[in-house]
């Protein structure tokens, strides 16, 4: 993390030895945004990307608008520079996200510059692990299956048909989603609904077309989401309707290697999950030691956006 001083009245004095950068009010290189409203918000996300950096100012500094910034840039080429003038921001700011920002803008004060040395110097001893990603499909076996209570339910309605073994990556833990089947097998007591998925409750992560997840009370008419097979070959298709419905649920458990995951679905025999020998199988006849299709992604996610980082979910 770069250390620039505010050096606009030219009296950084001694601080200024330590700096990367003297700030003399407008660079080439720099884009300034004050950062007062979602307005503003958008305005800083169009140019990341576009420039090399993006100083921010805030008169009240709110955390959120910057996580969402840093989890825009981060691989974009843009980096982000945030102006501090109290000393009790410089932690927060620089491990926003746990990232932080890649530099800070200081008043000549030595109370502030003191912190932010301190904590710079901390921070380059942090070194993130970058797990590997599996784009492809795993098998994960079924060690547990339980009630998953009585919540709402929601069918996905696409503009489109899906085909035999194609349905949503679905699943209550972001780093483990599960396949599952759309309604494109008859049942005996129902036709089929070759456009939907019965895809879960609501607090349940989806994959979108574009890689970001969503959870599943988030969707609406237009969304795209990605429609995957069971070879792993992967597409696009438009939700054209989103049904919510109160439902009782299973909760089914599965692991890959010290991985945990799960999935709350509703408890019907029209909801399917395809297994490792691509058969497809209700979940009301999976038992434990099944193997499910799943996808591995142990990023961390900030709005959906994927970043590397440390990350939980039980």
Not at 113 to 137: G, H, M, P, Y
Not at 164 to 178: A, D, F, K, R, T
Not at 274 to 298: A, C, Q, Y
């Amino acid at each position: 993390m770069e250390l620039w001083i505010d050096d606009i009245n030219s009296n950084s004095g001694e601080l200024g030895n330590h700096a990367d950068r003297l700030w003399r009010g407008d660079a080439p290189d720099v884009a300034e945004i004050d950062l007062s409203n979602y307005k503003s918000q958008e305005e800083a996300i169009s140019m990341i990307g576009i420039v090399p950096w993006i100083l921010i100012k805030c008169k009240n500094w709110k955390m959120i608008p910057l996580e969402n910034l840093i989890s825009k840039s981060l691989g974009s080429g843009t980096k982000i520079v945030v102006s501090i003038s109290d000393e009790i921001d410089v932690l927060g700011v620089s491990f926003a996200l746990q990232h932080g920002v890649d530099a800070l803008l200081l008043p000549p004060i030595k109370e502030i510059w003191d912190r932010a040395l301190k904590v710079n110097e901390s921070k380059k001893n942090i070194k993130f692990l970058e797990k590997e990603v599996i784009s492809k499909l795993s098998c994960a076996k079924v060690t547990s299956i339980e009630s998953g209570g009585f919540g709402e339910r929601v069918c996905i309605d696409l503009i489109e048909r899906l085909a035999v073994g194609e349905g949503m990556l679905i699943g209550s833990v972001s780093e483990i989603l599960c396949l599952v089947h759309g309604e494109t097998i008859p049942s005996e007591y129902v036709p089929s609904r070759p456009f939907r998925v019965n895809a879960g409750p609501v607090h349940s992560y989806i994959l979108m077309a574009d890689g970001k997840t969503k959870y599943l009370n988030e969707l609406e008419a237009g969304n795209q989401v990605a429609i995957i097979n069971s070879k792993g070959d992967e597409r696009s298709a438009s939700i054209g309707r989103i049904k919510i419905e109160r439902r009782p649920f299973l909760k089914i458990v599965y692991k890959y290697d010290e991985i945990l995951g799960n999935l709350i679905t509703q408890q019907a025999e029209t909801v399917r999950i395809v297994t490792n020998l691509n058969h497809i199988k209700s979940v009301t006849e999976l038992v434990i030691g099944d193997e499910l299709l799943v996808r591995i992604d142990s990023r961390m996610r900030h709005i959906g956006n994927p970043l590397i980082g440390d990350i939980r979910e039980i």
